[in-house]
């Protein structure tokens, strides 16, 4: 019985988990990572959820996930559903986008069940 090594998926694209060797979409879009405040490993049952300019809620991974999005500013809303707190780390922040680069932004889940979850815009390297 031969064990072949197989790679874990690091991108989300579209519906479509990705292998290590695949790379983020480069052109417009949105990029989402979302993070867990020291990141209690029992966040990793829930799914964090996305709002794009208040449309219907997305399950997000607990890595990058990429939004092909038209340029132009959009409302992007995150929160996690919690055990008894429907809407944990529930917050919102406002992007521009254009046509030419993605912009990736990271959601952090507060410490607190009463505070809101921290959006942070990461430099592209």
Not at 8 to 18: C, I, L, Q, R, S
Not at 58 to 64: H, T
Request: hydrophobic share 40%.
């Amino acid at each position: 019985m031969s064990h072949r090594a197989v790679p874990k998926p690091v991108a989300y694209v579209d519906g479509v988990t990705t292998s290590p060797n695949a790379q983020l979409p480069t052109g417009g879009g949105l990029t989402i990572r979302p993070k867990g405040f020291l990141f209690p490993y029992f966040l990793l049952i829930f799914k964090p959820m996305l709002s794009v300019d208040g449309g219907d809620p997305q399950a997000l991974k607990w890595q990058a996930n990429f939004i092909a999005l038209p340029p132009g500013r959009h409302t992007v809303r995150c929160y996690l559903p919690y055990l008894f707190w429907r809407h944990f780390g529930d917050s919102t922040v406002e992007v521009d986008l254009s046509a030419e680069v993605s912009t990736t932004v990271e959601w952090r889940t507060p410490w607190r069940v009463s505070r809101e979850g921290k959006w942070r815009f990461v430099s592209p390297s």
